[in-house]
């Protein structure tokens, strides 16, 4: 706001937007999410324990993907 009165105690930054595209984590769980998870129905939270514990030591398995996904130039 251009009638804004900033006192001579605060310091005003310019802050970029939030781009979770450009975050690696952001850029993992869906891929999880959608490879691994999704289109299942589970029985309780043990089922669903285990399904996440599988998925994550196979992604873990494959640096590669890991870095496919989650690199950025």
């Known amino acids: 706001a251009k009638d804004l009165k900033v006192s001579k105690n605060i310091s005003l930054l310019h802050l ?3 781009s979770p595209e450009l975050n690696p984590q952001k850029q993992i769980w869906p ?3 959608d490879n691994f998870l999704s289109n ?3 029985k ?3 089922e669903i324990v285990g399904a996440c514990y599988d998925a ?3 992604l873990a398995s494959d640096p590669i993907k890991i870095q496919s996904i989650a690199h950025r130039n």
Do not use: D, H, M, P
Request: aromatic fraction near 26%; charge should be positive; charged fraction near 35%.
């Open 16 to 18: 970029r937007l939030y």
């Open 56 to 58: 994550s030591n196979k």
């Open 40 to 42: 299942r129905v589970f």
């Open 44 to 46: 309780g939270t043990e």
């Open 31 to 33: 891929y999880f999410k």
